[in-house]
């Protein structure tokens, strides 16, 4: 079993930055897919980015692409995400969620975090 923490979410000011990191504990973290999904009220749970067990393949969807970035430790059992030139949009609940492989259903993953709110203001 396998437990996730997510932490670094806040309130930025549309263009900032924040780092978002999951701390994971109880499994094997290295064997893991790691991937960032984000909810905003009322939508539908999407990936944000997920990062391959190796950290060779790595997935971003369109929306922030070229400016989020994710990226793994092993060695400290812990994923990042970072978020640069924050937008409105991005206003969400962040999920870390960890997964057999990198896959944008979130139904493929098999353990979450509680999640970390981002808001982005103007």
């Known amino acids: 079993q396998v437990q996730l923490v997510e932490s670094g979410g806040g309130l930025v000011q549309a263009g900032g930055s924040l780092r978002l990191s999951c701390a994971a504990s109880?499994?094997?973290?290295?064997?893991?897919?790691m991937g960032w999904f984000r909810q905003a009220p009322g939508k539908e749970r999407d990936l944000v980015a997920a990062?391959?067990?190796?950290?060779?393949?790595?997935y971003y969807a369109d929306s922030v692409k070229g400016r989020f970035t994710i990226a793994r430790v092993n060695a400290k059992n812990t994923v990042y995400l970072q978020m640069n030139s924050l937008k409105l949009e991005d206003t969400a609940i962040y999920y870390c969620?960890?997964?057999?492989?990198?896959?944008?259903?979130?139904?493929?993953?098999?353990?979450w975090g509680q999640g970390t709110q981002v808001t982005v203001s103007s």
């Open positions: 990062i391959s067990w190796s950290a060779l393949n790595t």
């Open positions: 109880g499994g094997t973290f290295s064997s893991y897919a």
């Open positions: 969620a960890a997964g057999v492989v990198v896959a944008t259903d979130p139904f493929r993953y098999d353990y």
